[in-house]
């Protein structure tokens, strides 16, 4: 276990609502995804996501780690379309890109 107590980083939380009719959306109708990124490279560091299976979270967990938020969505809007081919992909981005918004919104308002 990674211990962030000395680390700059910051966690943030974003969520989405999953379409309903999906598989997906019977287990649960809300995904969240929480992010540990590092405030100085603005890097995402780790991530986790509100799936009942652990192997989608850590799938989707190694997708992230490393990538940039500085210049926005872009990188893993890419990446994850490309590799995450799962009911609720959109869900995951937008769940996504809400914590990633709210890391960049409150760095720009320090």
């Known amino acids: 276990m990674t211990d962030w107590s000395q680390a700059k980083t910051v966690l943030t939380a974003g969520f989405a609502q999953i379409p ?3 598989t997906l959306y019977e ?5 969240g995804c929480v992010l540990i990124i590092d405030v100085e490279k603005e890097v995402i560091c780790d991530a986790s996501f509100t799936f009942v299976m652990d192997k989608t979270s850590d799938f989707l967990a190694g997708l992230l780690r490393g990538r940039s938020v500085a210049g926005g969505m872009t990188e893993i809007t890419q990446v ?3 590799r995450f081919l799962a009911p609720g992909q959109g869900a995951v981005l937008q769940a996504i890109r809400a914590a ?3 890391f ?3 760095k720009r308002q320090s």
Not at 27 to 31: E, F, H, I, K, Y
């Open 80 to 82: 994850v379309q490309e």
């Open 20 to 22: 309903k009719g999906t």
């Open 100 to 102: 990633v918004e709210r």
């Open 27 to 31: 287990v649960s109708s809300v995904v």
């Open 104 to 106: 960049l919104e409150t």
